[in-house]
């Protein structure tokens, strides 16, 4: 398996590219907003694109769709409940690609389409978990969505590693297992209200502990 994380700008982006290298077939996942480095890619490797994921429908992971279905045959890949896929997917379902089997986790709360996509013991992320942090949420409601998809998430193999839509943490990959230990919204899972007290007062935890 080929896989890469690429830096695409914006604020900070993760773009991924992970292919078949036997039968030169790759996915790409939220290649936003700058594509250009990812194409480069792309065509060095001789790759042909079968699908292009987007963890969610937020403008700085999506910016880049148009372009890249201009260069390619790729279908669009989001979640069910956004209106834009040409391919609409629900938790549990399985894309292929050559070898590989793409399976989707549905994980709301930074938004109701979020999805992390798990392959070959490589969890992408998105938005629902960085290393060391975790998506915003605009209200208590999603905030709770949120904690029940950062468990199902931490119910995973200890050694799966965990690769996020921004580079907002101290490195840009972790697994399960360090989140789980050290990310300080992980350690409160146990306890809703715990969990939302440090996302309404996140500024201040992050002033006391020294992260930026």
Sequence with gaps: MFF??????????????????????????????????????VNRNKFDIAYLINTHDHPDHTAGNQKIQD?????LVLHSS????????????????????FEILHTPGHTEDSICIF?????????????GKVGGTNSRKNA????????????????????????????NTSTIKEERENNPFCQRLHDFEEFFNLKENW??????????
Excluded: R
Excluded at 6 to 27: H, M, P, R, S, W
Excluded at 119 to 129: A, M, Y
């Design 144 to 171: 709770l969505k949120e904690f029940n998809s950062l468990k199902q998430l931490m119910e995973l193999n200890d050694a799966v590693s965990v690769w996020p839509g921004h580079d907002y943490g101290l490195k």
């Design 119 to 131: 392959v070959n013991n490589h969890l992408i992320t998105g938005d629902t978990l960085f290393v």
């Design 71 to 75: 260069k390619s045959k790729a279908k």
């Design 4 to 41: 890469k994380q690429i830096d695409c700008g914006g604020y900070n982006n993760f773009g991924y590219i992970i292919a078949d290298e036997e039968e030169k077939k790759c996915v790409l996942i939220d290649p936003s907003p700058d594509i250009e480095a990812i194409i480069t890619e």
């Design 203 to 212: 500024d201040n935890y992050k002033k006391a502990h020294g992260i930026t």
């Design 82 to 101: 956004s209106s834009k896929a040409e391919i609409k997917v629900n938790h549990g379902d399985n894309l292929s690609c050559g070898k590989l089997n």
